[in-house]
């Protein structure tokens, strides 16, 4: 099984900015990688999504032009940096791999592979 490694959560003012890392084995092929996020007593929901080959991006509508979706190729990394955070964006933040492609890359359901979560928090 491929464990996806997180990092860069933490607490943050209302305004400010973090930037989360999502470092995939180097020798492991993706196709799809997506952004999820679970606050408490919430449903998982997409933040944002990306095909590994070619240019299709996606953001769930509410965040997009706050939250960017970028990568390393040579690391085998994906970043999500988030701008002018909400207290409401507080969750854990998930990254989600699948090596094929899928049909809904906002459904979490369609990954395979998971980061354990990191936790954003956002305080007023």
């Known amino acids: 099984q491929v464990q996806l490694v997180e990092s860069g959560g933490g607490l943050v003012q209302a305004g400010g900015s973090l930037r989360l890392s999502c470092a995939a084995p180097v020798d492991t092929f993706i196709y799809a990688m997506g952004w999820f996020r679970q606050a408490p007593g919430k449903e998982r929901e997409f933040v944002a999504c990306?095909?590994?080959?070619?240019?299709?991006?996606d953001y769930a509508e509410s965040l997009k032009g706050r939250f960017t979706i970028s990568r390393d190729n040579a690391k085998n990394t994906v970043y999500l940096q988030m701008n002018n955070l909400k207290p409401e964006d507080t969750a854990v933040y998930y990254c989600?791999?699948?090596?094929?492609?899928?049909?809904?890359?906002?459904?979490?359901?369609?990954?395979?592979?998971w980061g354990q979560g990191t936790q954003v928090t956002v305080s007023s």
């Open positions: 989600a791999a699948n090596p094929n492609d899928i049909r809904y890359y906002s459904d979490y359901r369609q990954y395979d592979y």
């Open positions: 990306f095909r590994w080959t070619g240019s299709y991006t």
